[in-house]
């Protein structure tokens, strides 16, 4: 490796040594939607293997999405940064929540429906990250489930994360305890969806 190159391994690395939370990485997923003008967010669950989290936000185009894996890109670079968040970026949240699962984001823009498929077990596994990530047009199915996602409304436009999980026990415990009146009443508050969010006009549900 020559002087002033990023290591790849590294890089992967350092996403698991910087210590970030499931509870934070989910914080993370929220922001960016909200910095894309979401004011819905559904997250939905089954019992064994995945998470979607679904947002009515703009979008993005193919340049965004490669931004958004990009190793050096910046997220919240848009002027209206939410306040309260942990900082760590999209890629590395889906990393940490899906456990180094497999990660495919659907998103639409201006009727350009497009996905990316990341392996992070693959990439944990190889040490590499440059060409790991492909980006693509969804097929008919896909853009018919993106669509039956925003259950059949007119908000088109956002995106739906995919997440492929051994830990989604974790995670529905995550979402659980925000979503009973009781059970978030003893959460720390910079950990709370709607203490964090509480100022943003976004509305959140959770289905399993």
């Keep these: ?54 947002d009515n ?24 940064i939410v306040k309260g968040i942990s900082g760590l970026g999209a890629k590395a949240a ?16 201006n009727n350009n429906y497009i996905k990316s498929i990341t392996p992070w077990n693959k990439i944990q596994e190889d040490g590499k990250y440059s060409g790991m990530i492909k980006i693509s047009d969804m097929d008919q199915q896909e853009i018919d489930n993106f669509k039956d996602d ?23 415990d995550i979402l659980n305890n925000n979503f009973d009146d009781e059970k978030r009443k003893g959460l720390e508050k910079n950990m709370r969806f709607d203490t964090v969010f509480g100022k943003c006009n976004c509305a959140f549900e959770y289905k399993k």
């Design 150 to 172: 925003r259950q059949n409304n007119d908000d088109e436009n956002g995106t739906t994360i995919y997440i492929e999980t051994s830990n989604i026990e974790q995670l529905t």
């Design 94 to 109: 889906t990393k940490i929540l899906s456990l180094n699962g497999k990660v495919i984001v659907y998103t639409c823009n």
């Design 1 to 54: 490796m020559d002087a002033g190159e990023i290591s790849e391994q590294g890089f992967i690395n350092d996403i698991d040594r910087r210590g970030f939370t499931p509870e934070q990485s989910f914080l993370e997923i929220i922001a960016n939607a909200i910095d894309a003008d979401a004011n819905k967010i559904r997250f939905v669950t089954n019992e064994e293997t995945y998470l979607k989290i679904i």
């Design 57 to 80: 936000g703009n979008g993005m185009n193919q340049q965004k999405l490669i931004d958004m894996w990009n190793m050096l890109h910046q997220n919240h670079n848009n002027g209206h």
